[in-house]
């Protein structure tokens, strides 16, 4: 493909409500173009998620030519245009330098060249500009590269790893994604730099392997973190190579993070206590570390066979779904059994008891206290096997029974 010839002639509605702005700029006799993923996934047919849009206009002349905006990153030449609604991240072509950090620029120099702009981004693929007629700029083979489903660092990919070595994440992440290869330099440069991945906050390393194990290729990512040596450099994967290994050769399709973690955690038959501790070296959240504790177990609970209505009710209708999930991926299971299960509870929710503290109270059984907790308890756990019926007599008749003097 030749980004001289390649003109988008149906542009996506979330480009035609930012074009007011392109033509603002342009206008005024600067530069704009729309850049980055959502021209990559434009061209892929892929959804578009945010609109970037980068300009030759500095701050302050981006500034004067709107009634609203925000300095959500001045620093780095990023204004928020607000004045139609929706708010539009508006950057200032720039160059940048010394990466102390491996992460943000020591230096950021604002320039008018679009070309020193895409310079500086992590992939051909993403080193696209969209006119607002339509017309793409590409000045990296990043065209030809996505006709051949390849990633390839812009330029030197040592040089790439070394300003930001997140990048090297991103890049089994967009293989992961998009089912593309890696280029072999932009791999091997990955492998000799894959150390620097010790440099990055976890929290964002997090977000890259999410999206990575929720892509549709995420046997792929996996296997190249192996293969680039990153696993080693990512919270605990280190001491587990053999098992990474076996989940890459195995087939598995997740659908949420809930689901990328108990894979992990199952596999690597962690108890309650190092799921939480490895959990929360990766920075998970705390409702996410107990969905994956309660699948986790359920898990083993299925292998085990040791299945009944108590341990499918503490774990929740979602929770089952990714349990089956999981386990559907490497055995002949059948998970609308299960599923079914579930369905056929008596109660799911605390809340769907017919007889609450509030009657218990009022009829004199118990008084407020850890008694009365105790005995709602008793009572869900009894309807939930099926030993009452959900209904207000034989509860009220069964908390009687457990409190008599």
């Known amino acids: 493909m030749d980004g001289d010839t390649v003109q988008i002639k149906n542009m996506p509605s979330e480009f035609e409500k930012a074009l007011p702005i392109l033509r603002k700029i342009e206008a005024a006799g600067y530069e704009a173009y729309f850049v980055g993923g959502s021209v990559r996934d434009t061209i892929l047919q892929r959804p578009i998620h945010d609109v970037d849009i980068a300009t030759s206009a500095y701050p302050s002349e981006v500034k004067g030519l709107f009634k609203r905006t925000a300095d959500t990153g001045i620093e780095h030449g990023t204004v928020m245009i607000l004045d139609h609604g929706t708010g539009y991240e508006v950057t200032t ?12 620029p020591d230096k950021v120099t604002f320039v008018r060249s679009l070309k020193e702009d895409l310079k500086r981004r992590d992939f051909t693929i993403n080193a696209l500009a969209l006119s607002e007629n339509g017309k793409i700029t590409d000045l990296f083979g990043g065209l030809n590269d996505m006709s051949k489903k ?15 070595a997140l990048r090297m994440m991103r890049a089994v992440r967009f293989a992961s994604q998009l089912d593309f290869k890696i280029e072999e330099q932009t791999l091997t440069g990955i492998y000799d730099h894959s150390e620097l991945l010790k440099k990055i906050a976890v929290e964002r390393i997090h977000s890259e392997f999410v999206k990575m194990m929720l892509g549709v290729d995420a046997k792929n990512g996996l296997n190249l973190m192996i293969k680039s040596q990153l696993y080693q450099f990512v919270p605990d994967f280190s001491e587990h190579l053999t098992v990474l290994q076996k989940i890459v050769a195995t087939h598995f399709d997740l659908d949420n993070e809930v689901q990328v973690w108990a894979l992990f955690t199952s596999m690597f038959q962690f108890n309650r206590d190092q799921v939480i501790s490895f959990l929360k070296r990766w920075k998970t959240a705390n409702k996410i570390i107990n969905d ?13 066979q040791k299945v009944g209505n108590l341990e499918l009710y503490k774990a929740g209708k979602q929770n089952v779904k990714n349990a089956v999930t999981i386990i559907s991926n490497y055995t002949d299971f059948d998970s609308a059994k299960l599923i079914k299960a579930y ?25 407020p206290g850890p008694k ?26 069964a908390a009687m029974a457990l409190n008599k003097e």
């Open 343 to 367: 369905d056929q509870l008596p109660i799911t929710t605390k809340k769907q008891l017919n007889v609450t503290g509030g009657d218990l109270i009022k009829r004199g059984i118990l008084n």
């Open 292 to 304: 994956v504790i309660l699948t986790t177990e359920l898990i083993f609970q299925i292998k085990s």
């Open 372 to 397: 009365l907790g105790e005995t709602l308890g008793a009572l869900e756990k009894a309807v939930v096997l099926g030993k009452i019926n959900n209904q207000d007599s034989e509860l009220i008749a």
């Open 150 to 164: 390849i990633i390839r660092a812009v330029g030197d990919p040592e040089e790439r790893f070394n300003e930001d």
């Open 93 to 104: 072509f720039r160059t940048e330098s010394g990466y102390q950090d491996y992460r943000r």
